[in-house]
């Protein structure tokens, strides 16, 4: 994988930086110095699908925050790789690196074309100390995320890998209605490596899934039986979308 990001250009970048800071959750609420500082240590990076943010192992430089696209958190053994967890817009991640200057347990890339906020890590280190609002929001980022790691540890212990990929393709469409068809937003391997399967298994289970009222035409995203698919994987047991509220919106 590659570094490829490019700076926003243009002669207003200083206000769009600021508007961009303002579309943040958790930073649009601090007290207006706050923001101000943290913005002057701000920058917004476009990054191609693919494109690497870090890697494992590394110290962070900067507090990462997406404001459009799919971000990629994997990690990789012995020539294998799988992926963690899926940030969208509006997530921070991995905010506690940033926050203690620990290294990096797992590497970043975009899965799609992403833009991402870059705050300066010693920055977000200084003003947490003194600014209680902007140590809250990261704690509420990190119990968010933790919500969603622990749902994810759940599944693997408790569904199988087609139980595990039904729920997350009707969660894929049920975050999308209403509206046009919902539609898988990136690569069908990596929606194996999401899951924790085999991509070569991928087309075998899909037609299991199929069987029980619940299809993947291309990326699209169909539910014709949905009793039969909740009963094929079983309902969503937890509270719904509940950290959301908590400013999280990984998958």
């Not at 696209?69 to 990789?76: E, M």
């Not at 590497?107 to 799609?112: C, V």
């Not at 408790?158 to 990136?186: I, K, M, T, V």
Request: proline content about 7%.
């Amino acid at each position: 994988m590659h570094r490829v990001m490019i700076s926003e250009p243009g002669n207003d970048a200083a206000s769009r930086l600021a508007a961009a800071v303002a579309e943040v959750r958790i930073l649009s609420r601090l007290p207006a110095p706050v923001r101000q500082r943290l913005v002057e240590a701000s920058r917004v990076e476009r990054f191609a699908p693919r494109a690497e943010l870090f890697r494992d192992g590394e110290l962070p430089a900067h507090l990462h925050v997406v404001l459009s696209g799919l971000v990629d958190l994997s990690c990789s053994y012995r020539g294998q790789e799988c992926t963690a967890l899926m940030m969208a817009a509006g997530d921070v991640f991995i905010p506690a690196a940033a926050l203690y200057s620990e290294p990096y347990l797992i590497s970043a890339s975009a899965l799609t074309a992403s833009r991402i906020l870059m705050i300066d890590a010693d920055v977000v280190r200084r003003e947490a100390r003194s600014c209680t609002e902007l140590a809250l929001a990261l704690a509420r980022v990190l119990a968010g995320q933790w919500r969603v790691a622990l749902k994810i540890i759940l599944d693997l212990k408790l569904r199988s890998p087609s139980q595990r990929l039904a729920a997350f393709l009707l969660r894929l469409h049920d975050g999308a209605q209403p509206g046009p068809p919902a539609a898988l937003p990136f690569s069908k391997r990596q929606l194996a490596s999401r899951i924790g399967m085999q991509p070569e298994t991928l087309s075998r289970t899909l037609q299991t899934l199929a069987a029980n009222g619940l299809h993947l035409r291309g990326r699209q995203i169909i539910v014709t039986n949905r009793a039969a698919a909740e009963e094929f994987c079983g309902p969503d047991p937890y509270p719904p979308a509940s950290e959301y509220e908590l400013g999280v919106h990984a998958l």
